[in-house]
């Protein structure tokens, strides 16, 4: 968790942005697609014009969707000037592509709205890339305002806060992993002294903003406490944060079983047709997996620190009058916590137990090769292949199956003349 400094050199961040910009946003200029959910607050003809949120004003919701930038800034200057609430939605059209907008236009709801500089940190997280993503762009930021106008015996304050957490779905693909890693990216500002606030989200799914949505619906009042809300909006984003990865370890552990299985039952001496087989292939295989568990370990200690970010920030936010309500939703947050330290003790058993597997393959593989090329074997394999292992000087045969890269294109290096099959199933990492 950070806390920004009022001195913060912006120019450094604002530097930085541009220098990914081409990775990060369309290279047209008037390049925008961005979804805005609003809520005005209306004054009826019985409220006096002193009543801040009495029971005299109503509040309506709306939502539009700005396709270029004349139409963006039309719709910043209606937010700035009289919106109570706002958010800004930014999508990708896939993960590993551009944002939906390009710099100058989200410069301009940066600057219109005063973001502090650590929010150019989440941005650095997506846009284009050809290969997984292994940087730590993620962690909790906050910065809260403090200046000498007085509203009655109330500091003005403007409090706001970014972060960035990672988390697995089912893709529904026919063909390589089930699941898929995502990610998901905020923005929140609230201004104590008018109770406003600002919102950019950047690649919600589509069920958590329309769980968004209904949070802001149904806290339709003009006498409602803003904090109530924020806190419980941040909380949605927080089960987000933890779901669906007990599903995805027992799919890692399922994966690792069949590992487990030739490394620990695995015979050398006996018949190669009734006992496991296992070859270099194996160990690649095993390999990839072993970094697909690290990457996990890595974004659960993340989203961790990212979630006690949160629970410590929410209670900055918590209004006495409203305790009790606020303890409930402090033990949601706190659950949370407690899921996400599970998942990362379980994450860890995993990987040990990968560890431990992983020094028993090679040797497996090596001896088992070694026994099929001994005089008597019962499936002794073909004579060139005999007389290839014999030439080597009984090291291992190079791998000649024909391996694909993630990103499609096909690993040719060792395929041989002799009728080597291509993997018809490979791993899956695209997004």
């Excluded at 047709?273 to 568990?293: A, E, G, I, M």
């Excluded at 949601?332 to 330290?341: C, G, H, R, V, W």
Aim: charged share 25%; with cysteine; hydrophobic share 35%.
């Amino acid at each position: 968790m950070q806390n920004a400094s009022a001195d913060i050199d912006a120019g450094y961040y604002k530097d930085r942005l541009r220098e990914i910009a081409s990775r990060l946003f369309p290279a047209q200029n008037d390049a925008v697609l961005v979804e805005i959910l609003r809520v005005t607050l209306m004054k009826t003809d019985s409220a006096s014009m002193n009543d801040k949120g009495g029971g005299g004003s109503t509040t309506v919701t709306e939502s539009c969707n700005v396709a270029n930038c004349d139409s963006l800034e039309r719709q910043i200057m209606v937010n700035e000037v009289s919106a109570k609430d706002c958010l800004y939605v930014i999508r990708q059209e896939h993960s590993w592509s551009p944002l939906t907008i390009s710099l100058p236009a989200l410069e301009s709801i940066l600057r219109t709205h005063r973001v502090f500089p650590q929010f150019y940190n989440v941005l650095q997280s997506y846009g284009i890339k050809e290969h997984e993503d292994h940087h730590d762009w993620t962690g909790f930021c906050y910065n809260i305002e403090e200046n000498p106008a007085y509203f009655g015996d109330q500091v003005t304050r403007r409090h706001e806060c970014c972060y960035n957490f990672h988390y697995v779905e089912r893709n529904n693909r026919n063909r390589g992993d089930p699941w898929s890693l995502r990610q998901m990216g905020l923005y929140q500002q609230f201004d104590f002294s008018s109770d406003r606030t600002m919102w950019l989200i950047l690649q919600p799914p589509g069920t958590i903003l329309d769980a968004t949505r209904q949070i802001w619906n149904e806290n339709e009042t003009g006498s409602r406490a803003p904090q109530r809300w924020i806190v419980q909006t941040h909380l949605l984003y927080m089960s987000l944060m933890v779901r669906n990865w007990q599903e995805y370890l027992d799919y890692l552990q399922s994966d690792l079983a069949s590992f487990n299985n030739k490394a620990c039952f695995s015979r050398v001496g006996i018949d190669y047709r009734h006992d496991y087989s296992v070859t270099f292939l194996d160990c690649q295989d095993l390999q990839l997996l072993q970094q697909k568990l690290e990457r996990t370990s890595k974004v659960l200690e993340a989203n961790l620190a990212v979630a006690r970010g949160c629970a410590t920030n929410l209670a900055r936010l918590t209004s006495p009058c409203t305790a009790k309500v606020e303890a409930l939703n402090m033990a949601d947050a706190e659950n949370s916590i407690e899921q996400l330290q599970s998942n990362i003790r379980r994450i860890r058993s995993i990987i040990k137990q990968s560890d431990g597997i992983s020094s028993l393959d090679p040797q497996l593989s090596k001896r088992q090769n070694d026994a099929r090329y001994q005089p008597g074997y019962a499936g002794e394999p073909n004579d060139a292949a005999t007389y290839l292992y014999r030439e080597s000087g009984g090291e291992q045969l190079a791998v000649s199956t024909c391996r694909a890269k993630p990103d499609g294109f096909a690993n040719t290096e060792g395929l041989h003349d002799s009728g080597d099959d291509v993997l018809a199933s490979v791993p899956y990492s695209g997004k």
